[in-house]
């Protein structure tokens, strides 16, 4: 008798993969959405710029009126040029892009945005975490002997850092970018919000930087774009494993459009900063509460239990993120509209007070 073949789909699976957890972003329903660091602003969409595309026609592969766009209103001058510029759908996809291109071994503080450790382990790329001291600052000595030990490989600093919401100190990530012998990639996804100089001034000056913008945080995560800023031959290199046509036409011609009224994207930003500010002062109000300071658009917070508060924000129809896992009993809220927001604090305050 013939023996059957054993189909089960797991023998095939890489083993970097079977062990991997996929990224949770589960859609929960509920009345305010404070979970994912959204804007509560959108967009307006301009009927002429959607009539502008032509479905049948592939996106600009380039997405050079996007690069230009972008280079113009955020780039420092002497680096205005679009061959310091590539875009991404997202900027997770260039984190995939740069682990793909540098290898590893991926080095990166931990708490921070799981995607760097997700996105090495699915390409098979060793990873070093090493712990933030007290007071979220990166540890720059252990992160320098992780890659002196390592032999160089791939930094990644989230500053502002997802989830702890703080800066990380200027001179330690300077330190880091001088002396690690690494790529280091400045993750600047929530400098729109914070009061700190953008690392963008360093770009000319450090060839093993990279940093990282995205304009899901500023109402237009819909879209997926996200941006790598580098030397032109940093750049290149990553280009190279882009998949062609990887930001749509429809992304492509809204954000340029927006990019283009920045007027309207930087009067929300200001609003969600002092909302930010009255929110952190609400918080840290309440009796239980440690509300840490943040420069970005979400607020870390610590709560005597976690697990309940997360649950009865909810049943008051709305959902904020559980970090319980990250960082210890901490909560982490997105800000909000001042509506939103002040539903938040009272389900909070029915909870604890
Ligand atoms: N970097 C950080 C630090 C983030 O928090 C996020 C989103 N949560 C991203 C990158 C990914 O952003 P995008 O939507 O551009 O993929």
Redo the contacts with the bound molecule.
Sequence with gaps: MKKKANTDVLRFVRPNILNLRPYEAKEIPCGVKLDA?ESPYPEKLSARTLKSIETNRYPDPQAEALRKAYAQKNLPAKIRGIEWLLHGN???ELIFNLVCVFGGPVIYPVPT?S?YGKIAAALGQRVVEVPLQSGFDIDDSALLSAAKKQKGGIIFL?SPN?PTGNSFSAQKILRVIEESGCVVVV?E??QPFSARKSFMSCLGKYPNLAI?R?L?KVGL?AL?V?FLIAEPGLVAQVNKVRLPFNVNSFSQAIAVDSISRASGLRKHIRGIVSERKRLHRELSGIKGVTAYPSDANFILFKVPDPERVYKEALRNGVLIRNLCEAVEGCLRVTVGSGKENEKFIRAIKRTLE
């Design positions: 660091n997202g900027s997770d945005f995607m989230s997802n993750d996804a929530y990282l995205t899901s995560a997926r996200g």
